[in-house]
């Protein structure tokens, strides 16, 4: 399905490596009759050297190009962002579209003063606090697990 959706294997091999390699994951799929068209996944990100919050970032997320502009999409956003909630998540980023993800709350992360270890614009990494003032003084860098290197 992310080959379908990406037309690369690189989010394939990401997803695999992440499920193979970290925890906890929330990893959920959309279904169509039987056939998932849609998935997205949460796994652990590190924010510089603070071990006292638990942050997940949120990649890869895909809908396969017949069913997108359907919902499916945000259904998996808001399904999952309530499954990191459950499972005691206290914040998550994204590096994504900037039109996208602030219509679930989500704002650029420079405003709590956290940034990417990736070059990219401010307005793409974005945080969500799941737990309201989490990020209140938390200042640094979000580094990704490895296999995001690797994929």
Do not use: K, W
Request: with cysteine; net charge negative; charged share 15%.
């Amino acid at each position: 399905m992310n080959e379908i959706a990406f037309g690369t294997p690189t989010e394939a091999n990401l997803v695999e490596l992440l499920r193979a390699q970290t925890s906890p994951l929330v990893s959920l799929v959309a279904d169509n009759d039987g056939s998932i068209v849609g998935h997205i996944l949460f796994s652990p990100v590190i924010l510089s050297d603070d071990r006292g919050i638990v942050i997940m970032g949120l990649a890869p997320m895909a809908v396969v190009p017949a069913f997108q502009r359907r919902g499916i999409g945000s259904a998996l956003v808001l399904a999952g962002l309530e499954a990191c909630r459950h499972v005691g998540v206290d914040a998550v980023v994204v590096l994504g579209h900037a039109a996208f993800y602030p219509r679930f709350g989500f704002v650029p992360a420079s405003r709590f003063g956290i940034t990417s270890e990736y070059t990219v614009p401010d307005d793409v990494f974005m945080a969500l606090e799941l737990r309201p003032g989490i990020l209140s003084g938390r200042t640094g860098q979000v580094r990704y697990h490895p296999a995001f290197n690797d994929a």
